[in-house]
T-cell receptor, first 111, second 115 residues
Framework: QKEVEQDPGPLSVPEGAIVSLNCTYS??????FMWYRQYSRKGPELLMY????GNKEDGRFTAQVDKSSKYISLFIRDSQPSDSATYLC???????????FGKGTLLTVNP | DTGVSQDPRHKITKRGQNVTFRCDPI?????LYWYRQTLGQGPEFLTYFQNEAQLEKSRLLSDRFSAERPKGSFSTLEIQRTEQGDSAMYLC?????????????FGSGTRLTVV
């Protein structure tokens, strides 16, 4: 079993839709949970991070972590064509801050 | 400072040749990381430095791979006797030691194609 599982999609939605992206993880030692966005031929850029369980909102984006079920989610409201990218979940918990990534979900928002 | 810079952006090499990539981190970041990303996969950790010290190496980093960070500034990643399986995007990232886990800044990567 991989440490982080993420459905690779692809996911295609119309503009304005609510998008839900999810990951599960296996190691209960993970404490920091991040979502990265990666445009084609670019490096990942940090979108949101959460420490431990709970919700965090930033504009149209909401990140949720449920440590009891080892489940992390990213919701995008009012999706825009510019949101089209690969979304990667990442987790870490050790002192060396090594990130463990999911496979990434390719999202396309159609105008 | 314009972020993490990687050079070259693309490299095509013949199997068996050696290649070297360079990463220039954000100047005030003392941690530097190398990751590898293959098509359809998330980045996988290779190694990281705190200042000039290489503190951890993944099992993915075979003996053909070597990384250095002289003087704690830029870093190089060398692959000797390249194989087709080395074809991937090599990503460099840097972070301050404090808040390292969410303070990563990635470069745009070096895409290696071994033919």
């Amino acid at each position: 079993q991989k440490e982080v599982e993420q459905d690779p999609g692809p996911l295609s939605v119309p503009e304005g839709a609510i998008v839900s992206l999810n990951c599960t993880y296996s190691n209960s030692a993970f404490q920091y949970f991040m979502w990265y966005r990666q445009y084609s031929r670019k490096g990942p850029e940090l979108l949101m991070y959460t420490y431990s369980s709970g919700n965090k909102e930033d504009g149209r984006f909401t990140a949720q972590v449920d440590k009891s079920s080892k489940y992390i989610s990213l919701f995008i409201r009012d999706s825009q064509p510019s949101d089209s990218a690969t979304y990667l979940c990442a987790v870490t918990g050790g002192s060396n801050y090594k990130l463990t990534f999911g496979k990434g979900t390719l999202l396309t928002v159609n105008p | 400072d314009t972020g993490v810079s990687q050079d070259p952006r693309h490299k095509i090499t013949k199997r068996g040749q050696n290649v070297t990539f360079r990463c220039d981190p954000i100047s005030e970041h003392n941690r530097l990381y190398w990751y590898r990303q293959t098509l359809g996969q998330g980045p996988e950790f290779l190694t990281y430095f705190q200042n000039e010290a290489q503190l951890e190496k993944s099992r993915l980093l075979s003996d053909r791979f070597s990384a250095e960070r002289p003087k704690g500034s830029f870093s190089t990643l060398e692959i000797q006797r390249t194989e087709q399986g080395d074809s991937a995007m090599y990503l460099c990232a840097s972070s301050p030691e404090v808040v390292a886990h969410y303070g990563y800044t990635f470069g745009s990567g070096t895409r290696l194609t071994v033919v």
